[in-house]
């Protein structure tokens, strides 16, 4: 019972065959998958795919990607009438990226505010996509605290003094599958923190695992990421999958599902 808690399968990448993607994580046992939206569009397909899957949920959000300027408040807008509708479970992705050289870090920092207010409203936990932006996001995240936050550090790339300081904010820590890779600093997080405050996901079709890495990742791969996490922690891999299971439905207020 393996889970998948960020997965982009309503993306293009998946349009040729989506329905064989779908029955290859069945095949792999994934019971969970979360399909987070980047902006108002792919919000859209993401609860559209959910609506079609008892175990797929979705997110909505707006990707720092996608704030190059000041956002309009009718996005924001078109955002919270989504995030009431079935099967949305948490606001994001949103975060910050300062990655790339043309980020606007003004834009970025209101947008992320006014989605964690979006999330705090509806009482909804947040997706958080942070790149190069560690200690901004900390910030912003201290200055937006209350006492209900609770969220997922999506494709989590901090060391482990970060990953400490975002489980004591009331996230948890999402775990890729750049864990396999040779000189990922993953295994020393997973080590160091509790199995309690990890989270498993692809990131489809993005990042995928060894031996699948510079393919197109797919949901059944995060069967790979959570092998990972058990090899690391020394557990078998029915007690890394059920706990982590049990992880993501709490965080995301869902029952623990059995294979789909």
């Not at 797929?56 to 009431?84: M, Q």
């Not at 936990?125 to 209350?146: G, K, Q, T, Y």
């Not at 969220?151 to 300081?165: L, Q, R």
Request: hydrophobic share 40%; with cysteine.
């Amino acid at each position: 019972m393996f889970v998948d808690t960020h997965c982009h399968l309503s993306f293009p990448e998946f349009d040729q065959d989506r329905h064989e993607v779908i029955a290859r994580l069945k095949e792999a046992r994934i019971s969970l998958l979360i399909d987070p939206g980047i902006d108002i569009a792919t919000s859209r397909k993401s609860i559209a795919l959910a609506s079609e899957f008892d175990f797929i949920y979705a997110n909505v959000g707006l990707h720092p990607h996608e704030v190059r300027d000041s956002v309009h408040d009718k996005i924001f807008e078109e955002l919270a009438t989504l995030a009431v509708l079935p099967k949305v479970v948490a606001i994001g992705e949103i975060g910050l990226d300062y990655h790339y050289p043309d980020y606007n870090r003004t834009a970025q920092h209101d947008a992320c505010r006014e989605m964690l207010r979006l999330a705090r409203s509806l009482d909804l936990p947040v997706v958080i996509h942070c790149r190069d932006a560690w200690e901004d996001m900390l910030n912003i995240l201290s200055e937006e605290s209350h006492s209900a936050m609770r969220g997922v550090m999506h494709c989590f790339s901090g060391d482990t003094k970060i990953a400490k300081a975002c489980i004591c904010k009331g996230f948890k820590l999402s775990i890729p599958g750049t864990v396999t890779y040779k000189r990922s600093s993953l295994p020393e997080v997973v080590r160091a923190v509790s199995l309690d405050d990890l989270l498993t996901e692809t990131d489809a079709p993005y990042l995928a695992p060894l031996p699948y890495r510079g393919k197109r990742n797919e949901p059944a791969y995060v069967r790979t990421v959570t092998e990972a996490i058990a090899r690391i922690r020394e557990i078998s891999l029915d007690v890394a999958a059920m706990r982590i299971a049990h992880n993501a439905a709490s965080i995301f207020r869902l029952p623990v599902a059995g294979p789909p």
